[in-house]
């Protein structure tokens, strides 16, 4: 099943992480784009001829990795070095060993929902189920050939017992090659709308490929990076493991990640100078939503990112906890960036009941937000909960007419509209209506799932492709909590801050979330140090005003953090210590689960 590459694979205008971080030259100093970990001297290599010796040595390895990996440039790569060398390579490439495409459709297909759905369900199928697992598994070494290699997804389904080489991708550079029409969906042929490719990544091919991840993980001897085509950074997977373990007990940053929306904004272009200042705009920047975001290490000067899972499937027990056997190796809360600043506003929205989003889309947690106002402009607003006199029909009846005429409503009778102010926490449990307007940088501070957000009303403009975005009224209104209205709103989704305790120069504070908040809120307010003891809960943070701090665990770790940078504490680092390094006092939110009673 072969398939040809675009000539470019990456429609964005990011830049990948460099292969070296010396090949970086960093703008500012303000936020770092790049957070590393260090590994210690000697842990990455750099390069197909360094991985090709080592394969040479095993004479027979099985290569297996992610969506997205162009294999046919990787076999190329490794093939022009055994060239060199002369050796004969019996190559088995599993993309051959595919069911059908119509086969596979039929498989995959109840879960894709209607073609013109923004949702599917997450699927119940296992990557063996997509094979003609009895062939597949039925492949034998070639005893003629110098090196035999089983190369393609799915290669850890074969029981040879040979060493397991993994490829893996971030989701973002899944998706910048799947625009560019530069890669398929499992078992595709051709590439389809960009749109229906992540629909069935999310619901279908990662869920997939995460699971057997997670199940061949003990098996992995090399891990590769296969983010850089042409070029490779690699580590020994036992090196890795013991960098996860050192993360679980200390303190990390994942890599962030930067999109533009119809809504987006300039205050992250403005004040994060070593982004790309090509995009028209920046609508969120994906801080901690670790569905999708990566963990770098460093050695020598080299970079190696790898998907937070492996961090999850490992160590869920340190990083979460006592709340480790409620979310196993799922992370249950996010952080990311809101950008309105002199762009638009976000759609009038909600967010689907627990039940809902288990039943129509099989997630098992819901989309708890909260907004916490990081900075703003005079004019700032958030829209949020009814107006007293609502009337259900009457605005269900007026959103379906704007949808088909293109007409503009007046929102603001419907739905009340909040000054916000630097510091505001609003509250936004699911069933809520609400919007953030156009001025702010909003902290979205949530429970993990992102991409359920049931669109009632998008100011009749189009998305970046020109195309209008998907209305979803009928999935709204089956949530919508009609009780939230009037008095009520400032009352119960406006956090009112208090002061829990304090001494000589610092508070802590706590904002306190909703009652169908799973997750708490606090801002520690410092003007020297503080020490904090995390009582086997993980926390979640970010500098949130002051320009630098120094966290330094209880393990000796010591990292800086820069203003708008988001950091994890995990549970087994029992405690830590925030160091103010600019002048005036340090603000750090932490976000942690309850305790349950």
């Known amino acids: 099943m072969k398939v040809e590459v675009t000539e470019t694979i990456r429609k964005t205008s990011q830049e990948l992480l460099p292969l070296n971080i010396n090949q970086f030259l960093q703008k500012s100093q303000?936020?770092?784009?790049?957070?590393?970990?260090?590994?210690?001297?000697?842990?990455?290599?750099?390069?197909?001829?360094?991985?090709?010796?080592?394969?040479?040595?095993?004479?027979?390895?099985?290569?297996?990795?992610?969506?997205?990996?162009?294999?046919?440039?990787?076999?190329?790569?490794?093939?022009?070095?055994?060239?060199?060398?002369?050796l004969k390579v019996n190559w088995l490439e599993t993309a051959n060993y595919l069911k059908a495409e119509a086969v596979l459709e039929e498989l995959i297909n109840p879960f894709l929902g209607e073609p013109d759905a923004v949702w599917g369900m997450k699927t119940s199928l296992q990557l063996a189920q997509l094979f003609e697992i009895n062939d597949l598994k039925a492949l034998k070494p070639d005893l003629a050939a110098d090196i035999n290699i089983v190369i393609g997804t799915g290669a850890a389904l074969l029981d040879w017992q040979a060493p397991l080489i993994y490829f893996d991708l971030p989701k973002c550079e899944v998706q910048y090659r799947m625009r560019s029409g530069a890669i398929r969906n499992l078992g595709k042929m051709?590439?389809?709308?960009?749109?229906?490719?992540?629909?069935?990544?999310?619901f279908v091919d990662w869920v997939i490929l995460n699971q057997h991840k997670e199940a061949i993980m003990d098996r992995i001897v090399v891990l590769v990076d296969g983010q850089s085509l042409g070029?490779?950074?690699?580590?020994?997977?036992?090196?890795?493991?013991?960098?996860?373990?050192?993360?679980?007990?200390?303190?990390?940053?994942?890599?962030?990640?930067?999109?533009?929306?119809?809504?987006?904004g300039n205050w992250l272009k403005n004040h994060i100078p070593d982004l790309s200042q090509k995009e028209f705009n920046y609508a969120w920047s994906f801080e901690f939503i670790v569905p999708e975001n990566g963990l770098v290490f460093e050695s020598d000067g080299n970079l190696l990112e790898l998907s937070f899972d492996f961090l999850m499937f490992q160590e869920?027990?340190?990083?979460?906890?006592?709340?480790?056997?409620?979310?196993?190796?799922?992370?249950?809360?996010?952080?990311?960036?809101?950008?309105?600043?002199?762009?638009?506003?976000?759609?009038?929205?909600?967010?689907?009941?627990?039940?809902?989003?288990?039943?129509?889309?099989?997630?098992?947690?819901?989309?708890?937000?909260?907004?916490?106002?990081?900075?703003?402009?005079?004019?700032?607003?958030?829209?949020?909960?009814?107006?007293?006199?609502?009337?259900?029909?009457?605005?269900?009846?007026?959103?379906?007419?704007?949808?088909?005429?293109?007409?503009?409503?007046?929102?603001?009778?419907?739905?009340?509209v909040l000054p916000a102010h630097k510091h505001d926490l609003f509250l936004i449990p699911n069933g809520t209506v609400h919007s953030a307007g156009i001025n702010n940088l909003i902290l979205e501070i949530s429970a993990t799932p992102y991409i359920f957000t049931f669109k009632m009303y998008d100011w009749v403009r189009p998305g970046l492709d020109g195309e209008p975005r998907p209305i979803n009224i009928e999935h709204a209104f089956k949530n919508l909590n009609f009780d939230r209205k009037g008095d009520k709103v400032v009352q119960q989704l406006v956090s009112k801050p208090k002061v829990l305790t304090e001494g000589a120069d610092w508070k802590l504070i706590h904002l306190p979330t909703h009652e169908e908040h799973f997750y708490d809120i606090h801002r520690i307010e410092f003007a020297s140090e503080i020490v904090v003891e995390n009582f086997n809960s993980c926390h979640l943070l970010?500098?949130?005003?002051?320009?630098?701090?120094?966290?330094?665990?209880?393990?000796?770790?010591?990292?800086?953090?820069?203003?708008?940078?988001t950091f994890v504490i995990p549970a087994a680092a029992t405690s830590y210590k925030l160091i103010n390094k600019g002048k005036g006092i340090a603000k750090v939110v932490k976000a942690f689960l309850k305790t349950k009673d």
């Open 30 to 86: 303000d936020y770092t784009i790049y957070p590393f970990h260090p590994l210690g001297d000697g842990e990455i290599f750099s390069g197909y001829a360094a991985l090709s010796d080592w394969i040479l040595e095993q004479k027979t390895v099985l290569i297996d990795g992610y969506s997205g990996i162009i294999w046919d440039s990787v076999k190329a790569e490794l093939e022009r070095e055994f060239t060199v060398k002369k």
């Open 190 to 202: 051709h590439a389809e709308q960009a749109e229906r490719m992540y629909k069935r990544f999310y």
């Open 231 to 264: 070029q490779v950074n690699w580590a020994m997977f036992a090196d890795i493991k013991k960098g996860l373990q050192k993360l679980s007990k200390s303190v990390f940053r994942a890599l962030p990640w930067f999109a533009p929306g119809a809504w987006g």
């Open 316 to 416: 869920y027990k340190a990083v979460l906890g006592e709340h480790a056997e409620r979310f196993k190796t799922e992370f249950p809360i996010r952080f990311d960036f809101l950008d309105t600043f002199d762009g638009g506003n976000l759609s009038i929205q909600c967010h689907p009941s627990t039940a809902y989003i288990q039943k129509e889309f099989g997630e098992n947690i819901t989309q708890d937000e909260t907004y916490y106002i990081l900075d703003c402009k005079e004019d700032a607003k958030v829209y949020l909960g009814f107006q007293d006199n609502i009337q259900p029909s009457e605005f269900k009846q007026e959103l379906e007419e704007s949808f088909y005429s293109g007409k503009e409503i007046a929102v603001e009778k419907y739905v009340q």
């Open 542 to 565: 970010m500098l949130v005003e002051g320009t630098s701090i120094t966290v330094e665990t209880a393990d000796g770790t010591k990292m800086q953090f820069n203003f708008a940078e």
